[in-house]
T-cell receptor, first 111, second 116 residues
Framework: KNQVEQSPQSLIILEGKNCTLQ??????????LRWYKQDTGRGPVSLTI?????NTKSNGRYTATLDADTKQSSLHITASQLSDSASYIC??????????FGKGTTLSVSS | DGGITQSPKYLFRKEGQNVTLSCEQN?????MYWYRQDPGQGLRLIYY???????QKGDIAEGYSVSREKKESFPLTVTSAQKNPTAFYLC???????????????FGEGSRLTVL
């Protein structure tokens, strides 16, 4: 069964610190992997999309990595800000067929 | 500004009533989608539409209905047959229906439905 597993489920960090969120998947055939940021009570917003051939992709302080061999991705947040407090969702595309959503990691950044 | 507008933001319904959630987009996207989000779960696809006057069931279509009479609009009706309708509903659109790279999803702000 195609699955997307995210860890940790939740995370609390101090403002200014870095953190890394993990995403493991079993989706096959693989097309692309996406990371979304969802503020509480709002719709998700796209951070990055990576295809099979891309290892790293950055969007400001957000850097996503992809290892298609081990079927793992990570989202690294640098110099966290209070506005980074949100749920981060990993989504994997089953080639041309469906999007498989992870349950998300809830990040809380405290001052 | 282009985007997706969902309304209402909050909706309360009595058991046995049908309710309709509105979704309008001005991005000129062909494809539109409805997702349901429950606490601690990933988004689940209810219905999607690739083109006007055509739509397909997603993973959890039972108890829901949709229409696509205009490219810009994709309303979702939650019927009384939906056993557990309390949830956060998200509408999305994409340029094309392929779930590959060309199909990046743009989401609305969501509608929270509560059944009393």
């Amino acid at each position: 069964k195609n699955q997307v597993e995210q860890s940790p489920q939740s995370l609390i960090i101090l403002e200014g610190k870095n953190c890394t969120l993990q995403c493991n998947y079993t989706v096959s055939p693989f097309s692309n992997l996406r990371w979304y940021k969802q503020d509480t009570g709002r719709g998700p917003v796209s951070l990055t999309i990576m295809t099979f051939s891309e290892n790293t992709k950055s969007n400001g302080r957000y850097t996503a990595t992809l290892d298609a061999d081990t079927k793992q991705s990570s989202l690294h947040i640098t110099a966290s800000q209070l506005s980074d407090s949100a749920s981060y969702i990993c989504v994997v595309s089953e080639a041309g067929t469906a999007l498989i959503f992870g349950k998300g990691t809830t990040l809380s950044v405290s001052s | 500004d282009g985007g997706i507008t969902q309304s209402p933001k909050y909706l309360f319904r009595k058991e046995g009533q049908n309710v309709t959630l509105s979704c309008e987009q001005n991005l000129n996207h062909d494809a539109m989608y409805w997702y349901r989000q429950d606490p601690g779960q990933g988004l689940r696809l209810i219905y999607y539409s690739q083109i006007v006057n055509d739509f397909q069931k997603g993973d959890i279509a039972e108890g829901y209905s949709v229409s696509r009479e205009k490219k810009e609009s994709f309303p979702l009706t939650v019927t009384s047959a939906q056993k557990n309708p309390t949830a956060f509903y998200l509408c999305a659109s994409s340029i094309r229906t392929s779930f590959d790279l060309a199909g990046e999803l743009f989401f609305g702000e969501g509608s929270r439905l509560t059944v009393l």
